[in-house]
């Protein structure tokens, strides 16, 4: 059973670009968080999808950041137009009744 | 609101000495309370986690925390240190019993263990 499933496992990205981070749940698993870690800091929540639907996306910023998980395929971060502040570790995690499992993350760099 | 306090961003122990992180919650709900390892490059690995049932909980590895209502604390110790526990460990607290409700994370604290 594989586990979360989170591509690229790092990105470099100059200022301005485009990133797309890609994650797929567990089999089996409809729901989706995504967490950010900046530098010397702990996990902070972005947004909770389910299939089609942005359930809570009270921690996303309110420009550039967008999420979505369609009924097909991963649940896609995007976040238009990077700055370095941007540059951080994304976290994934899909979850069952009782537990929360953690992707490896994507470590985006904005150069 | 809820909120996590973790006391001591590094702490460093002997290895087959005591480990014991601190955590302190806050919480105007009876809270669902997590312990997780995040091994360097790593995502993070669920240690335990106290969802109102016995105080005193059990994890992987040889971890455990109890929860203290009255002193509002969710501790993790292990009796003896092993060189592999060096990792940063992150408590982390939810108002319901986990599932689809987001995790409120501490700052975390990094272990060094020192041969």
């Known amino acids: 059973n594989a586990g979360v499933m989170q591509n690229p496992r790092h990105l470099v990205r100059r200022r301005g670009q485009e990133a797309r981070l890609r994650c797929s749940p567990m089999?089996?698993?409809?729901?989706v968080y995504w967490y950010r870690q900046l530098p010397e800091e702990g996990l902070k929540f972005m947004v909770y999808?389910?299939?089609?639907?942005?359930?809570?996306e009270s921690g996303m910023p309110k420009e550039r950041f967008s999420a979505e998980f369609p009924k097909e395929g991963p649940s896609i971060l995007r976040i238009q137009q990077v700055v370095r502040g941007d540059s951080a570790a994304y976290f994934c995690?899909?979850?069952?009744?009782?537990?929360?499992?953690f992707g490896q993350g994507t470590r985006l760099t904005v150069v | 609101a809820q909120s996590v306090t973790q006391l001591g961003s590094h702490v460093s122990v002997s290895e087959g000495a005591l480990v014991l992180l601190r955590c302190n919650y806050s919480?105007?709900?009876?809270?669902?309370l997590f312990w997780y390892v995040q091994y360097p490059n790593q995502g993070l690995q669920l240690l335990l986690k106290?969802?109102?049932?016995?105080?005193l909980v059990k994890g992987i590895n040889g971890f455990e925390a109890e929860f203290k209502k009255s002193e509002t604390s969710f501790h993790l110790t292990k009796p003896s240190a092993h060189m592999s526990d060096a990792a940063e460990y992150f408590c982390?607290?939810?108002?319901?019993?986990?599932?689809?409700?987001?995790?409120?994370f501490g700052t975390g604290t990094r272990l060094t263990i020192i041969p």
């Open positions: 999808l389910q299939k089609e639907n942005i359930i809570d």
């Open positions: 919480s105007s709900v009876p809270p669902y």
């Open positions: 982390a607290v939810t108002d319901t019993n986990f599932g689809n409700e987001k995790l409120t």
């Open positions: 089999k089996g698993h409809s729901h």
């Open positions: 995690a899909s979850t069952t009744d009782t537990e929360a499992f």
């Open positions: 106290y969802t109102s049932a016995a105080t």
